[in-house]
């Protein structure tokens, strides 16, 4: 919800200054700084809609930094909307045009002409040449692994007796980087006994144009969405970044991160096969601290069985990916993914699960940097795959 000038000073008035969220803001515990804490970003907030203080660059500069990661409001005892007050302080006072968002803009929007254009760059890929192209234009280092691209059908019927239907949301970036997991997704369902609709005129969910300050683009998305799907079914995200922005704005519909839809279905016609491994999840803070549904991943591998899962150390901490926070802020998303490689590699990871696609290409970016091998996965891919599912 995006709030008026009036609300959002109520909202702001309503943060007490006790202090207990400066612990869990990763941006104060690595500047030290009170601007860059959820309680300084309070009061500046406050301080810029009253007019005391001025909607300056530095104004700007603080909030910027903010990875949107709500640790702050999960763990503040009055309840402040933190994630409300800087969406709304975004829309009123950040907007802004960036470069990157006026290039990836049309590609967001349409995702025809998103399928178009990654045909070219997987088969650039396929042909080993992506590398030339990075040499030749930078901007190009930051694409990821492109997965060969996917015309998906409008309905995937289950493959046993049907327990209902539900919908797949795509996301941009899954569908252009992982869009193997929303197969895997579509097997798992269909095994379950759920019809899979994945509406044509679906989009992207306005989670990175809110992000950039664009409320008008974010809301013109949503709606699209809305008009595109069924209300009386479900809609299942795979990221739990596009799940959260379409659970606090799309009211309308019921949406659900898979793996707690996954979690609550009649698994007794599964056959899964033993899987002798540790794998350690990341809890990306849009489950945790958004949609508040981390522990579903955890109950979704252990139904593997012999597999050993464990919580990664630090999970509480953002891993700097936030959306598109690592091309915006990379110096401290860099930062903050260093503490997840350094708990990676003391732990001796080999397999991460990860329910949200930002996260998985931050983290795996790092990786291949730092010449470790990890596989990085969807939670629904590694069960899928014990379950039959092949890529
Ligand atoms: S959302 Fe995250 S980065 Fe922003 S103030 Fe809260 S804890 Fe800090
Ligand atoms: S915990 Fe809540 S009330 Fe306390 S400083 Fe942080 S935002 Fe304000």
Same mark, same amino acid.
């Given at each position: ?10 909202? $702001? ?14 941006? #104060? &515990?690595?500047?030290?700084?009170? $601007? ?26 603080? %909030? ?13 005892? /009055? ?5 409300? @007050?800087?969406?709304?302080? &975004? *829309?009123? #006072? ?20 998103? #399928? ?18 990075? &040499?030749?234009?930078?901007? *190009? ?14 309905? #995937?019927?289950a493959t046993k007796?049907?327990h209902?239907? =539900? ?7 899954? /569908?252009?980087?992982d869009?193997q997991t929303?197969s895997a997704s579509i097997y798992v369902l269909n095994a379950l006994g759920y ?5 044509? $005129? ?18 013109? @998305? ?8 069924? &209300? ?6 795979t ?15 019921? =949406?659900?991160?898979i793996s707690t839809f996954l979690i609550n279905c009649d698994w007794s016609v599964a056959e899964i096969t033993p899987l002798q491994q540790r794998i350690f999840v990341q809890d ?8 508040? *549904?981390q522990k579903a991943v955890y109950d979704l591998l252990k139904k593997i069985p012999t597999a050993d899962i464990q919580a990664l150390?630090? /999970? ?16 401290? $998303? /860099? ?9 990676m590699?003391?732990n001796q990871v080999s397999i991460l699960a990860t329910s949200? %696609?930002?996260?998985s ?12 091998d990890i596989d990085v996965l969807h939670p629904v891919q590694i069960i899928a795959k014990q379950m039959g599912f092949r890529a």
């Open positions: 919800m995006t709030l008026s000038l009036k609300e959002l000073t109520a909202e $702001a008035d309503r943060c007490v200054a006790c202090g207990l969220c400066l612990p869990h803001c990763p941006t #104060y &515990r690595k500047t030290g700084s009170e $601007a860059d804490s959820p309680r300084g970003r309070i009061q500046l907030i406050r301080a810029v809609s009253q007019d005391i203080l001025p909607n300056s660059a530095r104004f700007k500069e603080h %909030i910027d930094l903010c990875l949107s990661c709500r640790s702050c409001e999960s763990a503040c005892p /009055n309840s402040v909307s933190y994630g409300t @007050l800087v969406d709304t302080t &975004r *829309a009123l #006072y950040i907007k802004k045009e960036s470069l990157w968002l006026t290039v990836a803009k049309p590609f967001i929007r349409h995702r025809a002409l998103s #399928y178009i254009c990654t045909w070219p760059l997987w088969l650039l890929s396929k042909a080993k040449l992506l590398g030339a192209l990075k &040499r030749i234009v930078p901007a *190009a280092k930051l694409l990821p692994a492109i997965s060969k691209p996917i015309a998906w059908k409008a309905l #995937y019927p007796p049907k209902g239907a =539900v919908s797949l949301f795509l996301g941009c970036a899954t /569908n252009a980087f869009n929303l019809d899979v609709h994945v509406p044509t $005129a679906q989009t992207c969910c306005g989670s990175i144009a809110r992000q950039a300050g664009d409320a008008v683009e974010a809301d013109a @998305l949503l709606a699209k969405n809305g008009a595109s799907f069924d &209300r009386t079914m479900p809609i299942l995200s990221a739990s970044g596009c799940g959260a922005g379409l659970q606090d704005y799309l009211t309308t519909h019921q =949406v659900q991160d990306p803070c849009s489950l945790r601290n958004g949609l508040k *549904a150390p630090g /999970n509480g901490q953002c891993c700097g990916g936030a959306g598109a926070y690592s091309i915006t802020q990379p110096e401290m $998303a /860099n930062t903050l993914r260093d503490d997840k490689l350094t708990a590699q003391s949200n %696609i930002g996260c290409l931050h983290i795996t970016k790092g990786l291949e940097n730092a010449g470790m």
